[in-house]
Structures are given as structure tokens and as C-alpha cells.
């Protein structure tokens, strides 16, 4: 059964960079069948769209987070990860990760809070 | 970017009526390509409804999709318990993909 996990400080410090990794269990990350995806949520609010990348490394980000956003793959580890840079309280959110089917979320990890605060 | 407005805001609902929930897009969402999810508090969001209509793996068929263009409906035809969460729509026909802010179905 695929699983994934999010793994990552909690607690970020304004105008730092955001480090979070997903992994994957219970499937491979190689498949070219799939993207992989992160996704968060503001506490109380909805979801939105970071961006999301393929086995070989090719990723799409969100227009409004672009010039911020970095997603790579770690195949050999069966894993991908986020970073974020330059990071504000707006970035307080829960963040998934999720396997893609195009851009259907069809697998989520469990997400992970991470709070921007000094 | 296209907008997708969810109503109502709120449903309240008694176990065993029927659900029906709006997404309206700002702009038409080609090939249908709008999903639904469900989460519950404290839990990541499930993949209910791709394709406007069909169903994800393992999801009731009490859960339904229809629509097309710009109004999309999720219809949940008797509410089981275990059935009261958040419900977002999400399209994916146009980048960025992008969620409604959810529809809340509630205990009456």
C-alpha cells in the first residue's frame, strides 16, 4: 500500500528557507506513470498548489510562489522535497505532499504544521 | 487563474438526508477536469470524484458527481455519519490548479 511522509522542521524562522521531504513507501517514485506533489493548507483555510515534479525531474510551480519555490527528486532514496525560500507568516500552513495522477491528489502523506515565527 | 466558488458555505444536515453541493468555476473547465476530496478535521484530504464523475477507488456509491463548463454538483444520496467533513472541489483543467474554499457539511 502506498504511503508517504513529510519530514521537516516544524518551526521556521522569518526570511528563512522552508526544508520539508517526502517519503515514499510501499511504491516506486520512478514510476513515469506519476507525478509528485506538494500542497498546503493555512490553518482554517483551503488548499493551495505549490507545485510538483516527475521522476526525471521535470516540475511545474505555482505562478504565485514560483520565484520562492525549489522541488527536486532523490530517486535513489525514493524521495522528493520542498523548499521555500524567504518565508513570512503567510507561509504558516499545513503541507502535504501527494502522488499525482496528472493533477489529481489521488495519495496524501498525513501533512506536517510548520509555523513561521521568530 | 480560474476561481472555483463553493456553496453553500455551510450544509446542515441530518443522517440519512441527501447533500448537495455547488462548485462554480469563474471560467469553463474543459474535459471536465474537476475532481472532488473530502477531509476531515485533522486529516489530509481524500480523493472523492475525477472527471466530473467517477469515482476514486474504494468510494461509496452513495457519492455522486455531475456537471460540466462551469457548475459542477456533488451529491451524497444518504448521509452516513461518518460522512460529515469538508468537501473541496478542485480543477485541474487550466494551470494553476486550484480548490474552492469548501463546503462544511454539518450534524443538524
Known amino acids: 500500500q502506498l504511503q508517504l511522509q513529510e519530514s521537516g522542521p516544524g518551526l521556521v524562522k522569518p526570511s528563512e528557507t522552508l526544508s520539508l521531504t517526502c517519503t515514499v513507501s510501499?511504491?516506486?517514485?520512478?514510476?513515469?506513470?506519476?507525478?509528485w506533489g506538494w500542497i498546503r493548507q493555512p490553518p482554517g483555510k483551503g488548499l493551495e498548489w505549490i507545485g510538483n515534479?516527475?521522476?526525471?525531474?521535470?516540475?511545474y510551480y505555482n505562478p504565485s510562489l514560483k520565484s520562492r519555490v525549489t522541488i527536486s527528486v532523490d530517486t535513489s532514496k525514493n524521495q522528493f522535497s520542498l523548499k521555500l525560500s524567504s518565508v513570512t507568516a503567510a507561509d504558516t500552513a499545513v503541507y502535504y505532499c501527494?502522488?499525482?495522477?496528472?493533477?489529481?491528489?489521488?495519495?496524501w502523506g498525513q501533512g506536517t504544521l510548520v509555523t513561521v515565527s521568530s | 487563474e480560474i476561481v472555483l466558488t463553493q456553496s453553500p458555505g455551510t450544509l446542515s444536515l441530518s443522517p440519512g438526508e441527501r447533500a448537495t453541493l455547488s462548485c462554480r468555476a469563474s471560467q469553463s473547465v474543459s474535459s471536465n477536469y474537476l475532481a472532488w476530496y473530502q477531509q476531515k478535521p485533522g486529516q489530509a484530504p481524500r480523493l472523492l470524484i475525477y472527471?466530473?464523475?467517477s469515482r476514486a477507488t474504494g468510494i461509496p456509491d452513495r457519492f455522486s458527481g455531475s456537471g460540466s463548463g462551469t457548475d459542477f454538483t456533488l451529491t451524497i444520496s444518504r448521509l452516513e455519519p461518518e460522512d460529515f467533513a469538508v468537501y473541496y472541489c478542485?480543477?485541474?483543467?487550466?494551470?494553476?490548479?486550484?480548490f474552492g474554499q469548501g463546503t462544511k457539511v454539518e450534524i443538524k
Open positions: 472527471g466530473a464523475s
Open positions: 510501499g511504491g516506486s517514485i520512478s514510476s513515469s506513470n506519476y507525478y
Open positions: 515534479i516527475s521522476y526525471s525531474g521535470s516540475t
Open positions: 501527494a502522488r499525482l495522477d496528472g493533477y489529481i491528489a489521488a495519495y
Open positions: 478542485q480543477q485541474y483543467s487550466i494551470s494553476p490548479p486550484t
